[in-house]
């Protein structure tokens, strides 16, 4: 399978511990995205590399919330002291750099902070 | 924040009748683009129009796009139970170049 890939798919966890969510792109995709979708709501815009470098980050994206990619290939999305408001579909998404606009989504984390 | 707004919010039909959904958004755009969603999983992207395109068809698929006001339009026709899911308007702003804003989404149940 050369899709987008995320893991793990589903993630229980109790407020206050640390979760971290993997993303692998579509390799030869340069540019990577974090999406929070909460339930009823669409997809919002957290943060995105262009290879390791991460170039924008969403005010959505507290000091709680890291992302790193540090050989430009897979991600990383860490959450500290998870809150039950973070409970949410964690998405993922890569694209082309020449074509930014057309990205391609992973199957998501879905959090769950009880 | 989400810039689309689909309208309407849950829309139930009969196999075989045709779905409209439609979707407005706030600002100056370089393409609109709609995506479905399975419950609880993934996006699937179905089409995309530019800014200086009015209508695009794609199998079963036909969206329209009006940039003076702001409103694009995804018909489905023939519907099928399959085609039961949500589905998102996604707008990439002009002069941007990092993300696609998402509407809240219309929820689609076709009914065998």
């Known amino acids: 399978d050369t899709g987008v890939s995320q893991d793990p798919r589903h993630k229980i966890t109790k407020r206050g511990q640390n979760v971290t969510f993997r993303c692998d792109p579509i390799s030869e995709h340069n540019r990577l995205y974090w999406y929070r979708q909460t339930l009823g709501q669409g997809p919002e815009f957290l943060t995105y590399f262009q290879n390791e470098a991460q170039l924008e980050k969403s005010r959505l994206l507290s000091d709680r919330f890291s992302a790193e990619r540090p050989k430009g290939s897979f991600s990383t999305l860490e959450i500290q002291r998870t809150e039950q408001g973070d409970s949410a579909m964690y998405l993922c998404?890569?694209?082309?750099?020449?074509?930014?606009?057309?990205?391609?989504f992973g199957p998501g984390t879905r959090l769950t902070v009880t | 924040s989400q810039q689309g707004e689909e309208d309407p919010q849950a829309l139930s039909i009969q196999e075989g009748e045709n779905a409209t959904m439609n979707c407005s958004y706030k600002?100056?755009?370089?393409?609109l683009q709609w995506y479905r969603q399975n419950s609880g999983r993934g996006l699937v992207h179905l089409i995309l129009i530019r800014s200086n395109e009015r209508e695009k068809h794609s199998g079963r698929l036909r969206v329209t796009l009006d940039t003076s006001k702001k409103s694009s339009s995804l018909l489905i026709t023939a519907s099928r139970a399959a085609d039961t899911a949500s589905y998102f308007c996604a707008t990439w702003e002009t002069g941007a170049n990092s993300k696609l804003t998402f509407g809240k989404g219309i929820t689609l149940s076709v009914r065998p």
């Open positions: 998404a890569s694209s082309p750099r020449d074509v930014s606009y057309e990205q391609y």
């Open positions: 600002t100056s755009i370089n393409n």
